[in-house]
């Protein structure tokens, strides 16, 4: 196998990902019935249809990781007109061939309004790819491309935090997102522990694709750019526990940023959040409920809130709990399975707890996810060895490994 090859069947298996993940939740929950009419003329007949802004959102970013990985996927030398053409057709194929099988499948709709967002989902995915491959050199993308999770983890991030990313032109709404900071300052410590090993988790990805100098200019500004975001989307405000938390880790990495041992601190933290959420209120003498084998069941069913922002949530958390444990030290594989033993595990304890439901959809996540990881970190192994030969030059001299000598990796990039 070629090294251009072996990243382009990476992408591939990660595509192949994608559309298995894509057909188990448009086809979930797999109720078949014979129904009576045709459903290509049941799909025709609804070409004006559109949806509603939370499922037009959530099919549009349903498809994008789809024209992502495509075009990634897609023999380069094609151009990029064509590989764009190509995501949008093949997109738009598999939109229409699952609202026609969702025709027979119990309560499921099948329309056009979904084809028109999937279709706008998958060009945008493939214009990101096109745009991302064209801007590998630009400054900051490049670190993040050598270093795709890390990277994949802060956008999770942002969709969880910044749902439902509608920007409005509203004074009224400005003010009413600023002035909870006026008031009386309300601090729940579980509330701002829990913003803290956020923050602190995303202070230290900075650090790891950046490095500590420029992590002091870009952190703030992430902070910044969060808090306007906040300001301009609909349903969103300012609290009092976020940004005590985003100066609380800021403070935390310049006095900790070397010291040993602050990995597994992080990643005991960002564990404790998971665990509390799985948990609270650790009251287990509730009768026992049924455990939901069916990955996804209550993400879809009877979730309180919007499955988006629930599930990049979920992907953050525990994604970011399978990376920090390879960060520690752990083979990628033995964090995926820890961490998926564990969510199987206090899932299972779910179920004795009032109002909550036990379930595998963590477990199942834990695994999928590792499993992304190890295939991006093949595909962007190439990128990390040429950035280690540029950074060649900066080392105050070669480390010898056998007869050759190995480039130069600064500590933030290993």
Partial sequence: MTTSSAPRRAYVAVLALTVAFILYGSLFPFAWYERPGSALAHLLGTWQDWDHRGDLLANIVLY??????????????????????????????????????????FGRTTSMGDVYANAIGSAAGAVAAVLFGASIRWPLVKEAAAHPAPALLVVMWAG??????????????YWHAVRPLLDLPVLPLTDVLAALAVWAFLGFIVLSLYGFRRFLLLFPLLVAAEAL??????????????????VM??????VL?????RVVLLTLGVAAVVLH?????????????????????????DAEGP?????????????????????????????????????????????????????????VMALALGTVFMLLRAIAAPRRDAMAVELAPLAPSPVPVGRRYAPYVPPHLR
Avoid at 81 to 91: M, W
Avoid at 249 to 254: D, E
Avoid at 257 to 261: E, I, K, Q, S, T
């Fill in 307 to 363: 499955a988006v922002p629930l599930f990049c949530q979920k992907f953050f958390l525990i994604g970011g709990l399978v990376w920090l444990l390879g960060r520690c030290g752990m083979p990628l594989p033995v964090a995926t399975a820890l961490t998926a033993l564990v969510l199987f595990g206090t899932g299972w304890a779910q179920t004795r707890i009032p109002g909550h439901s036990g379930e595998a959809t963590d477990a």
């Fill in 64 to 105: 994008v990781p789809f024209g992502f990985f495509l075009v990634a996927a897609a023999a380069p030398h094609r151009p990029a007109a064509t590989r764009l053409l190509i995501a949008v057709a093949a997109g738009s194929a598999l939109a229409c061939g699952v609202e026609l099988t969702q025709y027979h499948d």
């Fill in 160 to 173: 969880s935090d910044l749902f439902p990313y509608v920007p409005t032109i509203d004074m009224h709404k």
């Fill in 257 to 261: 940023h070397r010291r040993p041992g």
């Fill in 277 to 301: 959420q799985r948990l609270s209120p650790f009251d287990f003498s509730g009768p026992p409920t049924p455990f939901a084998w069916l990955p996804f069941h209550d993400l879809m069913t």
């Fill in 229 to 246: 975001a906040k300001v301009l989307i609909l349903d969103n405000a300012l609290t009092h526990a976020n940004l005590l938390a985003a």
């Fill in 249 to 254: 880790a800021y403070g935390g990495w310049i």
